[in-house]
């Protein structure tokens, strides 16, 4: 009985620590940055979903370089937001405007801004994939 509280233990804390990683990690890179999904609908175009999330980005921060596996539609709800689209020279969006982000392309934003920036991101993407793939 001992040994099997011992391993139960050793379980445990190997998922901890692991859980742990993964969580610093992903903050690490998203430092500043936060995304709440509003809503995910399948659509009638078989194998495809619908996501729709505000992401909050504080003054200063940066979303890390990375694609979508289909297309991004942006909404500048609040702030400032810079994004660097593929090899495009950098546009510098404001409340109320909005971008088009095709499938697969690599792309950032940026709060260059004093206070928050909000956007609001409508997904049409691939089913069953990553939502958002870090770019190399």
Known sequence: MEKKKDILAGIIIIVALTLLTISTSASAQQQG????????????????????ARIDFEPGAPAIKHKHPGEEIIYVLEGLLE??????????????????IPAGTVHSAKNVGTGIARELATYVVEKGKPLVVPAN
């Open 33 to 52: 940055v936060k995304r709440n999904d509003l809503q995910r609908h399948d659509l009638s175009i078989a194998g495809y979903e619908t996501v729709q």
């Open 83 to 100: 994004y660097q689209v593929a090899d495009k020279p950098p546009v510098t969006l404001k409340t109320g405007d909005v971008l088009f």
